[in-house]
């Protein structure tokens, strides 16, 4: 049998009566574990110790919370190959970028440690005369903090860690897809020197474990990162009790390529931005939109690369595409390949399951062309590695294609021309914009979110963090003689 794995609230493990296993999607064999669920008693017991905790967590010296911040980020960093292997082995992605992701997520943490001692306020004379004014800001209260699967420990990383910074009570639902990786975190930050009750785990359903949590009025802030339907089942559960919330939800991103390009550079960031973590990431670059001039050069290049994209379990050293993360979301892309085919859309490359050397949820890196931004396969998020191409014939009728969606988190042009380039990212309606990059991949030190469906409320990462976990308080100070 397996170990089973608590929760860690009001400062202890605790199991439950219910339990989920953790399968590897790379090989449905290995058991990763057992995963206790959290009921209502547990989940009541977690904010009302929460709400207990903060008192304390207020008045926690700044330098020592930098400092337990500071511990988390390096220990992470310093585990990240053991604790990266373990997040591919429940997630999927392939080693590399498992690794990567735990040694971004140490990196938020010591970011944050930083942003402790950076904590100023401001000041300012009144109109009325010998009065004050003085400007701070202070903790949020608690936070529930809903993450998702594809990120387990980067995505958490990044809320948690500027939601302890400025001295809030976290209460974690994480995805049950990875419990590992938020059991490890968890325990990492517990073990820190923070507050007591500084964070409490909490796993369990979405629809049921997460609902209960945002519906709660003792709760003070929710960032959620997920898809839009929930996102706006939260937003109308939150805005019951006006509690502030922050939601990170789907996108449609768009990479265009123009006459002018560096066609292999273009291609790269193509099969990076749409393929890579099995195009299961809210920056992936579904929709490529391709000048007819280099249209047959491009798609060349493109189905060349795909064939070289080694799909296989997320620990062989040779994999360069995992699994995807489960069966439902197997199934689900599959439909689609159908969907995309019966609405007139060419497939070109993949579309199709594979077996490899272990049993498990293997999808071959699919590509269609001959699309149109009205087929539903250009409209909606699929979170699979399957990439549309689109045909243009000149820069402003990409750019029309590129803004025609719901959707706005980032968007990609690749161009030799600078006016093009400034053009673009001035004019492009999403939240982030990359010339000559991939759509996927972002810097910890600045904001990240998106426009349209994609984002609501402030920006997360960097020093844009602040808005959403803190709250002003303006003071006025009478001087007496």
Same mark, same amino acid.
């Given at each position: 049998?397996?170990?089973?794995?608590?929760?860690?609230?009001?400062?202890?493990?605790?199991?439950?009566?219910?339990?989920?296993?953790?399968?590897?999607?790379?090989?449905?064999?290995?058991?990763?574990?057992?995963?206790?669920? *959290?009921?209502?008693?547990?989940?009541?017991?977690?904010?009302?110790?929460?709400?207990?905790?903060?008192?304390?967590?207020?008045?926690?010296?700044?330098?020592?919370?930098?400092?337990?911040?500071?511990?988390?980020?390096?220990?992470?960093?310093?585990?990240?190959?053991?604790?990266?292997?373990?997040?591919?082995?429940?997630?999927?992605?392939?080693?590399?970028?498992?690794?990567?992701?735990?040694?971004?997520?140490?990196?938020?943490?010591?970011?944050?440690?930083?942003?402790?001692?950076?904590?100023?306020?401001?000041?300012? +004379?009144?109109?009325?005369?010998?009065?004050?004014?003085?400007?701070?800001?202070?903790?949020?209260?608690?936070?529930?903090?809903?993450?998702?699967?594809?990120?387990?420990?980067?995505?958490?990383?990044?809320?948690?860690?500027?939601?302890?910074?400025?001295?809030?009570?976290?209460?974690?639902?994480?995805?049950?897809?990875?419990?590992?990786?938020?059991?490890?975190?968890?325990?990492?930050?517990?073990?820190?020197?923070?507050?007591?009750?500084?964070?409490?785990?909490?796993?369990?359903?979405?629809?049921?474990?997460?609902?209960?949590?945002?519906?709660?009025?003792?709760?003070?802030?929710?960032?959620?990162?997920?898809?839009?339907?929930?996102?706006?089942?939260?937003?109308?559960? /939150?805005?019951?009790?006006?509690?502030?919330?922050?939601?990170?939800?789907?996108?449609?991103?768009?990479?265009?390529?123009?006459?002018?390009?560096?066609? +292999?550079?273009?291609?790269? /960031?193509?099969?990076?931005?749409?393929?890579?973590?099995?195009?299961?990431?809210?920056?992936?670059?579904?929709?490529?939109?391709?000048?007819?001039?280099?249209?047959?050069?491009?798609?060349?290049?493109?189905?060349?690369?795909?064939?070289?994209?080694?799909?296989?379990?997320?620990?062989?050293?040779?994999?360069?595409?995992?699994?995807?993360?489960?069966?439902?979301?197997?199934?689900?892309?599959?439909?689609?390949?159908?969907?995309?085919?019966?609405?007139?859309?060419?497939?070109?490359?993949?579309?199709?399951?594979?077996?490899?050397?272990?049993?498990?949820?293997?999808?071959?890196?699919?590509?269609?062309?001959?699309?149109?931004?009205?087929?539903?396969?250009?409209?909606?998020?699929?979170?699979?590695?399957?990439?549309?191409?689109?045909?243009?014939?000149?820069?402003?009728?990409?750019?029309?294609?590129?803004?025609?969606?719901?959707?706005?988190?980032? *968007?990609?042009?690749?161009?030799?021309?600078? *006016?093009?380039?400034?053009?673009?990212?001035?004019?492009?309606?999403?939240?982030?914009?990359?010339?000559?990059?991939?759509?996927?991949?972002?810097?910890?030190?600045?904001?990240?979110?998106?426009?349209?469906?994609?984002?609501?409320?402030?920006?997360?990462?960097?020093?844009?963090?602040?808005?959403?976990?803190?709250?002003?308080?303006?003071?006025?100070?009478?001087?007496?003689?």
């Amino acid at each position: 049998m397996s170990e089973t794995f608590g929760n860690f609230i009001n400062n202890q493990w605790v199991t439950s009566d219910t339990i989920i296993t953790n399968i590897n999607p790379s090989d449905t064999t290995d058991i990763i574990g057992q995963y206790a669920q *959290a009921n209502d008693a547990q989940l009541n017991e977690c904010i009302e110790s929460a709400r207990k905790a903060l008192p304390a967590l207020r008045s926690f010296p700044l330098e020592a919370r930098s400092n337990a911040l500071n511990m988390i980020g390096k220990e992470l960093m310093e585990r990240a190959e053991e604790l990266g292997k373990l997040l591919s082995r429940e997630e999927g992605k392939p080693l590399p970028e498992g690794k990567g992701e735990v040694y971004r997520a140490g990196q938020f943490f010591c970011y944050y440690a930083g942003e402790v001692l950076r904590q100023l306020g401001e000041n300012a +004379d009144s109109v009325r005369p010998q009065v004050e004014i003085d400007i701070r800001r202070e903790p949020m209260g608690v936070v529930a903090v809903i993450s998702p699967w594809n990120f387990p420990t980067a995505t958490a990383s990044w809320k948690i860690a500027p939601a302890l910074a400025f001295g809030n009570a976290v209460i974690w639902k994480p995805a049950n897809l990875t419990p590992a990786s938020a059991y490890m975190l968890t325990d990492i930050i517990q073990r820190s020197g923070l507050a007591q009750n500084a964070l409490q785990l909490v796993m369990g359903s979405g629809s049921h474990l997460g609902h209960q949590l945002v519906s709660d009025k003792r709760i003070d802030a929710v960032s959620f990162t997920g898809s839009y339907e929930v996102g706006v089942s939260i937003a109308q559960a /939150a805005s019951a009790n006006l509690t502030k919330f922050q939601l990170e939800l789907g996108s449609k991103n768009a990479l265009m390529v123009l006459e002018d390009a560096d066609i +292999d550079s273009a291609v790269s /960031a193509a099969v990076v931005g749409g393929y890579s973590g099995t195009g299961q990431k809210c920056t992936a670059s579904s929709r490529l939109v391709i000048h007819k001039k280099i249209y047959d050069a491009f798609l060349d290049k493109l189905t060349t690369a795909l064939s070289q994209l080694t799909v296989g379990n997320a620990l062989d050293p040779n994999t360069k595409m995992g699994p995807v993360v489960s069966k439902s979301q197997l199934d689900h892309n599959m439909q689609w390949v159908e969907k995309a085919q019966n609405e007139g859309a060419n497939l070109v490359y993949g579309g199709k399951t594979l077996t490899c050397k272990d049993e498990g949820y293997y999808m071959a890196p699919t590509l269609f062309t001959d699309t149109h931004n009205k087929m539903t396969c250009n409209r909606e998020e699929i979170f699979a590695p399957l990439c549309t191409i689109q045909t243009i014939d000149t820069y402003e009728e990409g750019l029309h294609i590129v803004n025609d969606t719901d959707y706005g988190l980032v *968007a990609g042009l690749f161009t030799r021309s600078l *006016a093009k380039a400034t053009h673009f990212r001035r004019s492009v309606e999403t939240g982030c914009v990359t010339i000559n990059l991939p759509t996927a991949g972002t810097d910890y030190h600045v904001p990240f979110g998106g426009r349209k469906n994609s984002s609501f409320g402030s920006r997360e990462q960097g020093k844009a963090a602040h808005e959403f976990y803190t709250q002003v308080k303006t003071s006025y100070i009478h001087s007496q003689f």
